[in-house]
T-cell receptor, first 112, second 112 residues
Framework: DTAVSQTPKYLVTQMGNDKSIKCEQNLGHDTMYWYKQDSKKFLKIMFSYNNKELIINETVPNRFSPKSPDKAHLNLHINSLELGDSAVYFC???????????FGEGSRLTVL | GNSVTQMEGPVTLSEEAFLTINCTYTATGYPSLFWYVQYPGEGLQLLLKATKADDKGSNKGFEATYRKETTSFHLEKGSVQVSDSAVYFCALSDGGRRALTFGSGTRLQVQP
C-alpha cells in the first residue's frame, strides 16, 4: 500500500489551461503539504493543512488553490497555467510537530 | 527567518570512498535537524534526524551530529556505494510552524 499517493504522475498541458493534482495519504496523519520542486531541485513549501484547516499559505499566486475535503486528502488546482509553473509538485504528510514528512512520488507538470 | 545552506554539488566519488556533505543552518531557538534523500524519480525519504545539540542521527551507515556551536549538521558515510547515488537535502524544523525549511540539495554520484 502506498502511504502517500499522488495522481497524475505526469501532466503535459498548454499555457492557459486549468489542471488539478490529487493527493491521498493512508497514514492517519493530521497534516498535509504541497511542495514545489524546480528544475534545480530546490524545494519550496506552498501550502499546509492541519485537520482540513489551512495553516500555511506561502507567497503563491492565487491561481493555485488547495482543497482538503478531509484530512486524508489534499488536492491542488491550478488555473491559467503559465510556463513558470512547470515543476515537480510533491504532496507530503506528517503527524504532529516531528518534522518527519512522508512524501508522495511527485507529479511532474510541463506547461508548453 | 530560518535558512539552511548546503554545499553545492554534484559530489562525485568512487565506491567505498568517504563522504561528507556540509550543512549549516540559521534559526531562532532550538530546531530539529534532518537529512532527507531523494532517489531518481522518487519522492524524498527521511534518512536521519537529531532533535537536540550533540545528538547523533544515524541510518544505513550515514551519520550526522547536531553541532549547536557551529550551527552545523554535516552528513557522513564511511564507505559509499553506487546505490547511494541520490540527492541529499538538509532540513530544519523550528516546531513553531509545520513546514520544514530545506536546503538546496546536494547531488551525490558514486561511480563503480
Amino acid at each position: 500500500d502506498t502511504a502517500v499517493s499522488q495522481t497524475p504522475k505526469y501532466l503535459v498541458t498548454q499555457m492557459g489551461n486549468d489542471k488539478s493534482i490529487k493527493c491521498e495519504q493512508n497514514l492517519g496523519h493530521d497534516t498535509m503539504y504541497w511542495y514545489k520542486q524546480d528544475s534545480k531541485k530546490f524545494l519550496k513549501i506552498m501550502f499546509s493543512y492541519n485537520n482540513k484547516e489551512l495553516i500555511i499559505n506561502e507567497t503563491v499566486p492565487n491561481r493555485f488553490s488547495p482543497k482538503s475535503p478531509d484530512k486524508a486528502h489534499l488536492n491542488l488546482h491550478i488555473n491559467s497555467l503559465e510556463l513558470g509553473d512547470s515543476a515537480v509538485y510533491f504532496c507530503a504528510s506528517s503527524q504532529g510537530h516531528t518534522g518527519e514528512l512522508f512524501f508522495g512520488e511527485g507529479s511532474r507538470l510541463t506547461v508548453l | 527567518g530560518n535558512s539552511v545552506t548546503q554545499m553545492e554539488g554534484p559530489v562525485t566519488l568512487s565506491e567505498e570512498a568517504f563522504l561528507t556533505i556540509n550543512c549549516t543552518y540559521t534559526a531562532t531557538g532550538y530546531p530539529s535537524l534532518f537529512w532527507y534523500v531523494q532517489y531518481p524519480g522518487e519522492g524524498l525519504q527521511l534518512l536521519l534526524k537529531a532533535t537536540k545539540a550533540d545528538d547523533k542521527g544515524s541510518n544505513k551507515g550515514f551519520e550526522a551530529t547536531y553541532r549547536k556551536e557551529t550551527t552545523s549538521f554535516h552528513l557522513e558515510k564511511g564507505s559509499v556505494q553506487v546505490s547511494d547515488s541520490a540527492v541529499y537535502f538538509c532540513a530544519l524544523s523550528d516546531g513553531g510552524r509545520r513546514a520544514l525549511t530545506f536546503g538546496s540539495g546536494t547531488r551525490l554520484q558514486v561511480q563503480p
